[in-house]
């Protein structure tokens, strides 16, 4: 509650994103998922807008695995491949990985190993279990 008031005084006076961000990840948490969706689509839209193209993964890897969770692959992988391109460098392995699973689903092969070669690129060795992620999905896909 505190949050969507906050949300309508700002919105008055000047949206701010990371309020918003917050709101949806709180509806995400209370299990109010379509409010969650709504929320923090609305954020991703109005930030790439606004900021060039720059989706905050903060916000949009939870809206990726929301609407994932709704069934919307085709949306929940656009978001994917998008923060795949100009995601935080920290996260571009799991980006990667995130679209060439989703690109599996949907019967995308050649982009999907396009991916999947590029988050087996950028896997360091610091994190077995990612790395074991995508040796499967490689399996899988022949």
């Known amino acids: 509650e505190a949050l969507e008031q906050g949300v309508e005084v700002m919105d008055k006076l000047r949206p701010d994103f990371r309020l918003l961000g917050e709101l949806g990840l709180a509806y995400r948490a209370a299990g109010k998922t379509d409010q969650a969706v709504g929320t923090l689509r609305s954020v991703v839209e109005a930030m790439a807008t606004m900021h060039e193209g720059f989706y905050d993964p903060r916000v949009t890897v939870p809206l990726a695995q929301l609407l994932e969770e709704k069934g919307e692959l085709a949306d929940a992988c656009t978001l994917w491949r998008h923060l795949a391109e100009v995601g935080d460098p920290a996260g571009l392995a799991e980006y990667n990985l995130e679209a060439a699973r989703l690109l599996a689903a949907t019967g995308e092969p050649v982009l999907m ?7 087996k690129e950028l896997a360091g060795g610091d994190d077995p279990n990612l790395r074991e992620r995508i040796a499967a999905l490689e399996k899988e896909a022949g």
């Open 113 to 119: 190993r396009n991916h999947l070669a590029r988050a």
